[in-house]
């Protein structure tokens, strides 16, 4: 059973920035997914950035531009770099491992992610 953990969330002002992690343990880490998802009060959980099994991001358009996804497969830690964050950008943030890797083939909708962390607040004042 793998377990999730994220960290790294706070309160910024607009156009500041943060970093989240999370910390991936139970598991071999190859070959999965690993994704960042948000959920602001009142509205669905989206997709934020997805990096796939051999490296490759890919990133909504309502961030491209302004977050890096990246990982470290010795440590199994998963960061995504958000800079000129806007108030927008308030949510909850989740991390997620996907398993097999459909990110690959361009499917990283939520249903397909099998772990979940249980979330790092981010509030961004404008």
């Known amino acids: 059973q793998m377990q999730l953990v994220e960290s790294g969330g706070g309160s910024v002002q607009a156009g500041g920035s943060l970093r989240l992690s999370c910390a991936a343990s139970?598991?071999?880490?190859?070959?999965?997914?690993m994704g960042w998802f948000r959920q602001a009060p009142g509205k669905e959980r989206e997709g934020v950035a997805v990096?796939?099994?051999?490296?490759?991001?890919t990133y909504a358009d309502s961030v491209k531009g302004r977050f890096t996804i990246s990982q470290d497969n010795a440590k199994k830690t998963l960061n995504v770099q958000m800079n000129s964050l806007k108030p927008e950008d308030t949510a909850m943030y989740y991390c997620a491992a996907q398993y097999p890797d459909y990110c690959r083939r361009g499917y990283w909708g939520l249903i397909t992610f099998n772990y979940w962390g249980q979330g790092t607040q981010v509030t961004v004042s404008s």
């Open positions: 139970g598991y071999s880490y190859s070959g999965y997914c």
């Open positions: 990096i796939d099994s051999d490296g490759r991001a």
